[in-house]
């Protein structure tokens, strides 16, 4: 079999690898063996969408998938990269990785399905329709269209409603696409193209998931409503589906969103909002799909007999009934895609009542193209039946084994396997192109809503169990055993033979004057000849200084100087590697790990922003007291500034005053306890002539209340138009003219958004020079709070600095470098005309 088939063959057996991946080596309950045997015999569908990771209702979720025992589904719109990130410094594509993976372990822990759009978070929009001028609307519509087409469910959930300015206009937005593709999945003439994979879907209902904000929903007379008794206790999973919710909730780490099961009994409610009527309950009248089939009905029959007679001490003395199932479900291989469904899970459960398990191991996590790796596969049956382990297919190995396994004796065999030179890198799939519009480019129809990648590479086993085949795909991981936390398990990771690496995201040319970089190029094999260039940069714009190879660690590390001179203020450079061949290598490596998620390893763009800039600075030491993570300290680092990150020890007086200026990191109130403890102490270093600059925290939770030397009311009010007009009042402030002059130019080509949860009320001593309003909304002043405060100086900023640092953005960091300045001379700057 070549590589393209292959891949194609194991990418069809997706669905039933993960569920491989998550069990891993546990074993099944018998109780959860009979959960499963129910939701086998369920052929409800529900599909849930909304707009982000964490919009879901997890209660809902639970219910459903383990109550009800559907097939239940989420599409999410997007994968979360406008947020912010609880837990690490990861912003944009990086978050947008974790949550992706924080959703995939909730569906994990409710029992759901995931999917997602094309669409990119963009941040937050404040009604639909500046929503559907960054998202283009025929394409996300047909994203929707395309998931219920493919997914066929009986009843669509909205989390939100279609009322502009209730929500999150990315919220309402989910909402307006919903019903309309709930109309137009039905009709071959919309996205006709699609019709080559799918067939087109009509959904019986949709629903609004209703809620109020701040208490108990009340139905309305006029409102055909249906609720779910969501508190329940299931004695098959030995929990409540609250705190099923809770527990997949909590799996959103990066928003800060670990939930507490509530207690006892609650409900969820369903509000009709297109679709037939209904009497009693929101699925009457939804066909039973087993009476699609001719023996659908003996189907039913098999299943109810083997549910009726379940031996749960003996979980091997269910087989017989579970294969006669598995033959009646075989005569349909050409069935619909819920078929494949079926005849997966009934799969796994007669696998699982046996205690089959297999694992696939390699010898090391992370690997390349031409690579050789010694991988072995592992295969145990606990039980006294017999399986026939007749042959394994990987990458570029087929072998017949004809193993018997029986009595708990693992087989267990070698496989070396030869990655072939084009095997494609474990790129995630909507990050193979650069994305347009507010949308990932993804060409290929049917990697649309899929959550992320196939496993890089899969063994396919083929087993007889009297007589009956199952192919049964397994990942390829690798495993180790750590001292702290025992086994870890991680996807096994294909990367790019040479990957390049600047040691700066910024590099900045101030005052003409010139800087260096260095560039690593990382050969994961052994070195291949070629030459560093820039793409961006005329060839007299830079000089190689030196160039160092590495053999122990197989790189080459240059040393290049960027010359000054004229040019735009911003401009993306690109580093590539060109062989002697004439391949281009362009590529960077970033690895994004926690505990909670799979290593995540993805090939950004080897680039970096060049900025030039005109500009004072004394260059004084600053402390910076972390909070929920930035990339603030590194771009001031990178401008020249001694930066010194104080996030052990007290934060003391005597501490704080080694500093010319200190700077408080976003959300450090809501996050950093010693900060909280500690605000008497950064207002005795402002007084005594310290200069104090606090970035942006949420209303809540809020460690304290005493965020500055004067009162300060946060509110939810934010700037979310990154191209809204800024009105500068240069008098009122001399930040704003010294030591540089911000000009208002300085506010064009910031990204997402200005700024979120500015202050909404604050004391009469503190001066707002700026002025920012949104689109059709009030004016606000609260983007940037100064005061003097005995001789020092105090500024307590909304604005998005932890986004437009890291961005390179020039007005942003002449403005942040206008408060870093100050510099305790608060006094004097305030007397200055």
Not at 416 to 429: F, I, K, T
Not at 739 to 752: E, H, L, S, Y
Request: net charge negative; proline share 6%.
């Amino acid at each position: 079999m070549n590589l393209d088939r292959f891949l194609k063959k194991t990418a069809g057996l997706l669905f039933l690898a993960l569920a491989v991946f998550l069990n891993g080596l546990y074993a099944q309950t018998s109780s959860e063996i009979y959960h499963d045997l129910l939701k086998l015999k369920e052929t409800k569908r529900v599909l849930y969408i909304a707009a982000h990771p964490d919009d879901e209702n997890t209660r809902l979720i639970a219910y459903l998938a383990n109550k009800e025992h559907m097939q239940v589904a989420y599409l999410s719109l997007t994968r979360g990269d406008g947020g912010q990130n609880l837990i690490g410094k990861e912003l944009g594509i990086e978050l947008g990785m974790i949550r992706t993976q924080e959703l995939l372990r909730a569906r994990e822990t409710d029992g759901g399905k995931q999917y997602f759009s094309r669409a990119i978070d963009f941040g937050f929009s404040r009604d639909p329709d500046e929503t559907l001028n960054n998202w283009d609307r025929e394409k996300l519509l047909s994203d929707v269209v395309w998931v219920i087409r493919k997914f066929q469910p009986d009843v669509i959930i909205t989390r939100f409603n279609t009322i502009p300015g209730t929500t999150h206009g990315h919220h309402t937005t989910s909402a307006i696409l919903a019903g309309e593709a709930f109309q137009k999945a039905a009709d071959p003439k919309v996205f006709p193209e699609q019709l080559k994979w799918v067939s087109p879907w009509k959904a019986k209902r949709i629903f609004w998931n209703a809620y109020s904000w701040g208490g108990q929903y009340e139905p309305k007379e006029d409102k055909l409503y249906h609720n779910f008794p969501v508190g329940e206790y299931n004695p098959l999973l030995g929990t409540t589906y609250s705190q099923i919710a809770a527990d997949s909730r909590t799996m959103h780490k990066s928003q800060g969103f670990g939930a507490t099961a509530q207690i006892g009994e609650s409900d969820d409610f369903m509000e009709l909002v297109d679709g037939e009527e209904f009497e009693n309950h929101p699925f009457e009248g939804v066909a039973n799909r087993w009476e699609e089939l001719d023996n659908g009905k003996l189907i039913q029959q098999e299943i109810d007999k083997v549910l009726r007679g379940f031996d749960f001490l003996v979980p091997a003395n269910n087989l017989a009934g579970l294969q006669k199932i598995k033959a009646l479900l075989d005569l349909r291989k050409d069935g619909p895609g819920w078929m494949k469904e079926k005849r997966e899970q009934i799969d796994r459960i007669i696998l699982d009542v046996l205690g089959f398990k297999a694992l696939f191991t390699s010898n090391k996590e992370l690997s390349y193209p031409s690579d050789e790796i010694k991988s072995t596969l592992i295969a145990n049956n606990p039980s006294d039946i017999p399986i026939l382990l007749k042959n394994v297919k990987t990458v570029g190995h087929a072998e017949n084994l004809h193993e018997t396994l029986a009595g708990n004796r693992p087989f267990n065999t070698a496989i070396v396997l030869h990655l072939p030179d084009d095997y494609p890198v474990s790129q995630p799939y909507w990050l193979e192109r650069a994305p347009e519009n507010n949308l990932f480019s993804i060409d290929d129809q049917e990697r649309i809503g899929k959550p992320f990648n196939d496993p890089a590479v899969m063994a396919v086993l083929t087993l007889e169990i009297e007589g009956q085949e199952i192919e049964w795909p397994v990942p390829l991981q690798y495993r180790y055993n750590d001292q702290v936390d025992g086994e870890i398990i991680q996807p096994f990771t294909v990367l790019p033979r040479i990957t390049l690496e600047v040691n700066a995201d910024n590099v900045f040319l101030l005052n003409d004057n010139p800087e260096e970089i260095t560039v690593e190029v990382t050969f994961e094999n052994s070195f291949i000849e070629g030459d560093l260039a820039f793409e961006g940069l005329d060839k007299d714009d830079y000089e190689i200084l030196e160039k160092k190879e590495d053999k122990s660690k197989s790189k080459i590390v240059y040393r290049v100087k960027l010359k000054g001179g004229d040019g735009p203020e911003k401009s993306t450079i690109l580093a590539h590697y060109k062989t002697r061949d004439g391949s281009i290598y362009s590529k960077g490596k970033r690895r994004i790990l926690y505990k909670h998620i799979p290593n995540l390893t993805y090939f950004p763009p080897a680039e970096f922003n060049l900025i030039r800039l005109q500009m004072d600075m004394s260059l004084h030491r600053i402390g910076y007291i972390p909070g929920a993570g930035d990339e603030v300290p590194k771009v001031l680092a990178d401008l020249g500034y001694p930066v010194e990150i104080l996030d052990n020890g007290q934060l003391t007086l005597s501490r704080l005053k080694q500093y010319q200026t200190v700077i408080v990191g976003i959300r450090a109130f809501n996050v950093n306890q010693a900060l909280a403890n500690s605000t008497d102490q950064l207002m005795e270093y402002v007084h005594g002539g310290g200069n104090l600059i606090v970035q942006y925290n949420t209303i809540s939770p809020l460690l304290t209340r005493e965020l500055g030397p004067y009162p300060i009311q946060l509110s939810r009010d934010r700037i979310t138009v990154e191209e809204s007009p800024v009105d500068i009042n240069f008098e009122e402030h001399p930040v704003l003219r010294y030591p540089n002059k911000i000009r208002p130019a300085d506010f064009d080509g910031w990204v997402q958004e200005r700024g979120l949860y500015f202050p909404g009320t604050w004391d009469k001593r503190y001066v707002t020079p700026l002025t920012m309003q949104d689109p059709d909304e009030p004016a606000t002043k609260g983007s940037l709070l100064l005061a003097g405060y005995g001789e020092g100086t105090y500024a307590y900023s909304g604005i998005s600095w932890f986004r437009l640092l890291p961005a390179g953005v020039p007005g942003a960091i002449k403005l942040f470098v206008n408060l870093i300045e100050q510099n305790g001379e608060g006094k004097k700057l305030s007397e200055l005309e």
